[in-house]
């Protein structure tokens, strides 16, 4: 009985013995997965996290040089703080179009969407927010086209910014031309992070006719990208540095504006804040003309009239043509356009004309007497203010010879 008892406890242990066996393997094992699966879990988090901060533009590691020029209105760190012929503006030279026939920052787009007023012609793109700005994505090799409501003029001006996470992608901007023209050789602005240039180059060959190898930081941050021509004579710039000045290029005229770039879902091309102007007369020629000129040149900070050193080119161009012309008397107004309330638009307008008046007489030695300045708010808007040209084209400064 004794021994019969023995027997049954030693099997039972044993049996014991094995399911806590089999049980922690088993958890053992689940443990094991568990692991893993975390594992797994925080290296998707990361991978999506990547790909998420590449498709959203994260630029946490990016510096304040690399923002766009709409944001902070700097070619360089630091230059923020300076004004008008200082640091690094000393050199600038980029003066855009005085009239604005097409602009989009797409701010009145729905992410998701391709933009209204654009025209896609190849692939897959769509807007894409990105800390609070609208961009146009693309995650393919895609073509799209900026449609004007007139045939480019001889002299103009294209600025947008571009950004891609990495040194893949590039953008080339050319006209749209009838095909009984393909006999012709047509130029084209490029900008390349590939290969960190870029300039002008022929549109069907690639053949490079003037160009400029960029700085590392340069081609990785967001590049302001702006093209100035004056018939034949066209000049490309990055972040208001000059990368390509040739006085004899064939960038065709149409009413459609080609870009086209390459992307990848994971490393997506970006673009925003698209800007076509066409540029006139000289400032003294038209004021010579027409006892009056509007200028889109001088600029300056939301809501301030504190005067941007993108400023600088038109500012030197006045103040050289008073300095030159010492009879020359001249009225300089400020407008706006109608966003706003009408009385904060007129205080608004008037410090911007007396900043643009102060300056000129500091900076350039000009006599007061010589400079009257009023602010006319938006009481005399020059376009419809409907319209995000014609609010542009209202957003002005003007010259009136007395």
Request: proline letters at 3%; a negative charge.
């Amino acid at each position: 009985m004794n021994r019969s008892k023995t027997l049954l406890i030693i099997g039972l242990a044993a049996l014991l013995l094995v399911s806590f066996s089999l049980s922690a393997s088993a958890q053992l094992g689940g443990l094991k997965q568990r692991v893993k699966k975390k594992v797994e879990n925080k290296a998707a988090e990361k991978a999506e996290e990547a790909i998420d901060k590449a498709a959203e533009g994260d630029q946490e590691e990016t510096t304040e040089s690399t923002k766009t020029k709409q944001e902070t209105a700097t070619t360089g760190e630091g230059a923020s703080s300076e004004k008008p012929g200082e640091g690094v503006w000393v050199k600038y030279e980029f003066v855009p179009g005085d009239r604005v026939i097409f602009f989009d920052d797409l701010a009145r787009d729905e992410v998701g969407n391709f933009p209204q007023r654009l025209e896609l012609t190849k692939e897959n793109m769509e807007v894409a927010e990105w800390k609070g700005t609208r961009w146009l994505r693309a995650t393919t090799y895609s073509d799209f086209l900026v449609p004007l409501p007139e045939i480019l003029p001889e002299g103009f001006t294209i600025e947008f910014d571009y950004y891609t996470p990495t040194t893949w992608p590039e953008v080339e901007v050319t006209c749209v031309m009838p095909e009984h023209n393909r006999d012709i050789t047509y130029d084209e602005a490029f900008f390349s992070t590939y290969s960190s240039r870029a300039g002008i180059r022929h549109a069907d060959s690639k053949e490079e006719v003037a160009l400029t190898e960029l700085a590392d930081d340069v081609a990785k941050g967001v590049m302001h990208c702006q093209v100035m021509a004056d018939k034949k004579y066209m000049k490309v710039y990055v972040n208001g540095t000059r990368v390509s000045n040739f006085p004899n290029t064939n960038f065709g005229r149409s009413n459609k504006i080609r870009f086209y770039t390459s992307g990848h879902v994971d490393k997506p091309a970006m673009f925003a804040n698209f800007r076509v102007a066409a540029s006139g007369k000289k400032i003294y020629d038209a004021l010579m003309a027409d006892g009056r000129v509007a200028t889109q040149g001088i600029l300056f900070d939301s809501g301030s009239d504190r005067i941007r050193p993108e400023s600088t080119p038109t500012l030197k161009e006045i103040g050289q043509m008073l300095k030159d012309h010492a009879d020359l008397k001249l009225m300089i107004e400020g407008h706006t356009d109608n966003v706003g309330d009408d009385a904060s638009n007129q205080t608004l307008s008037d410090k911007r004309a007396n900043a643009v008046r102060g300056y000129l007489i500091s900076q350039f030695g000009i006599d007061s007497a010589r400079l009257q300045a009023k602010g006319f708010g938006e009481s005399k808007p020059v376009s419809s203010n409907d319209s995000a040209e014609g609010r542009q084209n209202n957003r002005r400064v003007e010259l009136v010879k007395i």
